[in-house]
Structures are given as structure tokens and as C-alpha cells.
T-cell receptor, first 115, second 115 residues
């Protein structure tokens, strides 16, 4: 399978704990995006990377959130001191950028539940 | 700001009925427009796209035409099937070439098709 993969698929954590999610993009894609989706809403942009450079961050990305893509391949999204409002589906997508008209291909998501 | 507005759902149709899901956009630049579909229990899949005015995107019997004069990108299908039951998201991306970045999504429209 050469699609976008995300791990874990589900995470249940207690308020105040830290969590980390991983995304492995399609191998030749240089861009990697993180989005958050809550029930009944469309995905909301969090941040994106071109290779290892983080090019844009949303105002939604508070200082408790940090994302990395150290070697320009996989990426991690960490949430520190989780809050109940962080409960959502976290989606990762990758693209070739301008080379394919910014078609973004999404992974299955990581569902976070904060109790 | 840049945004997408989709018609409210849910939409319920009988098999072989004609489908229209309305999508309008507000954009500060030159948007590319997309429709994504999310089948039950699955991730977001790109359905079709259009990158400039008057382009028509098509896939799996679905079509949408990029109308700059009405800032619209309505999704249509002539004869829906039960297997088309899903949530449909309209999205846009601003810029050209290296300035392409995040996707802005609508809230999604739930479609249910009955046999």
C-alpha cells in the first residue's frame, strides 16, 4: 500500500497528558499537511511542511501543539497537556505541491479522545 | 477571507435520481477547486478538481464546473447509486505554483441514497 498512513488510528488519553501522532506520506510527495476535523465539520488546517521546512501554521495551532518533519519524510504532531477540546480526528495529507495542482491525498486519520 | 460555503444537508435521494450539491466560494486570489468524498468509516478521497475558470472536473459520473462569474463549483451526478452514499466536501486552495498551500473546506453535505 503506497497511500498515506497514520498511527495510531485511535488514542484515548486523560486530560493533561501528552500525545504524539505519526504520519507517513506518499513517498515521492514533498508536501505534508495536518488538519483537524470535529464531528459535523470539514477539516481545518493546522500546519504544513515542504520537505523539512514548516511553511505555515494556523492560529488554531496553540503553543501546546508542535509538529516536526525532521528528514522531510514522516512527520509527528505532538499535543502537550491535552484538553477535552482537543478531542477530534487528526488528519494528515501529502501532495506534490504545484506539480499536481496541489492534489492532497489523505490518510485515515488518528481519532483522539481526551477524557 | 478565503472560504467555502456548501448547501446544508442531509440530502436524501432515491436511486437513479439527479444530484446537485451547491458550493460557492470566496477567494482573494486564484483558487483551485476540489470535491472530496468521505465514505462511511473511510478517509477523505479526492473526487475531482478544476484549476481555472470554466474548467470541468469529472470522475465516477460526477461533474463540477468552475464558474468564476458566480463563484460556484456545484457537484452534479445524473443518476445516483446507493454506493454514492457518503459525505461530500467542497474545498479550495489559493495561489499558483509554489504559493499553493492549505485547503479550505466546507462543512460537508451528507448524501443518503435509498434503493
Amino acid at each position: 500500500d503506497t497511500g498515506v498512513s497514520q498511527n495510531p488510528r485511535h488514542k484515548i488519553t486523560k486530560r493533561g497528558q501528552n500525545v504524539t501522532f505519526r504520519c507517513d506520506p506518499i513517498s515521492e510527495h514533498n508536501r505534508l499537511y495536518w488538519y483537524r476535523q470535529t464531528l459535523g465539520q470539514g477539516p481545518e488546517f493546522l500546519t504544513y511542511f515542504q520537505n523539512e521546512a514548516q511553511l505555515e501554521k494556523s492560529r488554531l495551532l496553540s503553543d501546546r501543539f508542535s509538529a516536526e518533519r525532521p528528514k522531510g519524510s514522516f512527520s509527528t504532531l505532538e499535543i502537550q497537556r491535552t484538553e477535552q477540546g482537543d478531542s477530534a480526528m487528526y488528519l494528515c495529507a501529502s501532495s506534490l505541491g504545484a506539480d499536481n495542482g496541489n492534489e492532497q491525498y489523505f490518510g485515515p486519520g488518528t481519532r483522539l479522545t481526551v477524557t | 477571507g478565503d472560504s467555502v460555503t456548501q448547501m446544508e444537508g442531509p440530502v436524501t435521494l432515491s436511486e437513479e435520481a439527479f444530484l446537485t450539491i451547491n458550493c460557492t466560494y470566496t477567494a482573494t486570489g486564484y483558487p483551485s477547486l476540489f470535491w472530496y468524498v468521505q465514505y462511511p468509516g473511510e478517509g477523505l478521497q479526492l473526487l475531482l478538481k478544476a484549476t481555472k475558470a470554466d474548467d470541468k472536473g469529472s470522475n465516477k459520473g460526477f461533474e463540477a464546473t468552475y464558474r468564476k462569474e458566480t463563484t460556484s463549483f456545484h457537484l452534479e451526478k445524473g443518476s445516483v447509486q446507493v454506493s454514492d452514499s457518503a459525505v461530500y466536501f467542497c474545498a479550495l486552495s489559493i495561489g499558483r505554483g509554489s504559493t499553493l498551500g492549505r485547503l479550505y473546506f466546507g462543512r460537508g453535505t451528507q448524501l443518503t441514497v435509498w434503493p
